[in-house]
């Protein structure tokens, strides 16, 4: 069977609607959450990604590695490449990045490029997270652009137990 045919992953997890009310860190964080239900449910690691300029969205996204067969595919790369179409311009100053797991190297190195004013990710990456998991991009002395940072916190948990639960059950596949 080929993988394409296969039926879409059951996602056992609910998807978030926020008040439209209170458009803080929670709400962008649970519209990336919402995100990366999309990413499970097309067989892609359950990563998402929202931006924010000035509490309106300017682009969600979702990882696409597999399905894309690209490794640059990444929820925030192709969340950056919708902000800069609908902006204009790739310089993204004033905008927030809400990601569900740590920036990896390309990511980071993209938000640091792309001028972005602040980054809050929900669960760090101790081995490949690029804004103060593995390493931090961010405090490059030589860096022309820095960004404020929030990490881990919101909704960490939630992120967390969807990313563990995803692996098990790819874990749990028998081998093709």
């Known amino acids: 069977m080929n ?8 996602c056992p997890f609910e998807k978030r609607f926020p008040s439209q009310l209170v458009r803080d860190d929670a709400f962008f964080m649970a519209l990336a959450y919402n995100q990366a239900i999309d990413a499970w449910r097309a067989d892609e690691v359950p990563i998402g990604a929202v931006i924010e300029i000035g509490g309106e969205i300017v682009a969600a996204a979702h990882n696409t590695v597999e399905g894309a067969k690209d490794p640059t595919a990444h929820a925030e ?12 311009d790739w310089r993204l100053a004033g905008a927030t990045v809400y990601v569900t797991k ?10 640091l490029m792309s001028r972005v004013k602040r980054v809050c990710y929900a669960v760090p990456d101790l081995k490949m997270g690029c804004l103060g998991g593995a390493t931090n991009l961010n ?24 990313l563990q639960a995803f692996f098990r059950m790819k874990r749990a596949e028998p081998e093709a």
């Open 139 to 162: 405090d490059l002395p030589r860096v022309n652009h820095h960004l404020e940072l929030t990490a881990g916190g919101v909704l960490e948990a939630e992120c967390r137990e969807m």
């Open 77 to 88: 790369m192709l969340a950056l490449t919708q902000a800069a179409a609908k902006l204009g």
């Open 3 to 10: 993988p394409a045919d296969s039926p879409a992953p059951v």
């Open 102 to 111: 740590e920036p990896c190297p390309m990511c980071s190195g993209a938000m």
